[in-house]
């Protein structure tokens, strides 16, 4: 009888260890399912469901053991500004001479809620500059040549075909620091 208590007790030990990593995976997949859940509604910063998610992230962490670094505080204060854009306000309309060309948002025109005015008055001469990219490492830039100085980049939503997703994403986010060097 001791022997067959041994060995199944050996053979539990076994399978602790996948236990452990199923538990662990387990784990990591109920945290991951309830901060993406619809009762966070979104975890929109400033509202019930982010400070919800902030709340249930800093008991995870004291049940760590993970000390706070701020001051006793997980949490830390950083100014937000927020714009709305009125789905109905965008008018993008292009002059030369006597002759205006309007464009229609969504359709022919895309912008974003402006945070510092509400309205841009912008006179200049246009160059149209592809994507706007300027990604060296890939062989690829619609910027070389291009001398934007006082001008308006007229620019393409979107990338080339032949983009890996990861580079688009870094590439993407490097579109005004870029268009600014060149003029």
């Known amino acids: 009888m001791k022997k067959h208590r041994l060995l199944s007790s050996a053979a539990a030990l076994l399978f602790i260890p ?5 538990s662990t995976a387990e784990r990591f997949e109920a945290h991951m399912t309830f901060l993406a859940s619809d009762l966070l509604e979104g975890r929109e910063t400033g509202k019930r469901g982010y400070d919800l998610a902030a709340q249930y992230v800093e008991t995870e962490l004291r049940k760590y053991g993970v000390k706070p670094a701020n001051n006793g505080s997980y949490r830390q204060t950083v100014q937000l500004r927020s714009g709305h854009l009125d789905l109905n306000s965008p008018k993008f309309t292009v002059s030369h001479g ?23 008055d912008q006179q200049g001469e246009m160059v149209f500059v592809g994507f706007g990219l300027h990604a060296p490492y890939l062989n690829h830039s619609d910027l070389d040549k291009i001398d934007l100085t006082g001008k308006i980049a007229v620019l393409v939503q979107g990338y080339p075909e ?8 870094h590439y993407k986010r490097q579109t005004t620091r870029a268009l600014a060097r060149h003029g």
């Open 18 to 22: 996948s236990l452990v990593l199923a």
């Open 98 to 120: 006597d002759t205006r060309l309007s464009f229609s948002f969504p359709d022919e025109m895309a912008t974003y809620a402006e945070l510092t005015q509400s309205e841009i």
């Open 162 to 169: 032949n983009f890996p997703s990861e580079e688009v994403a």
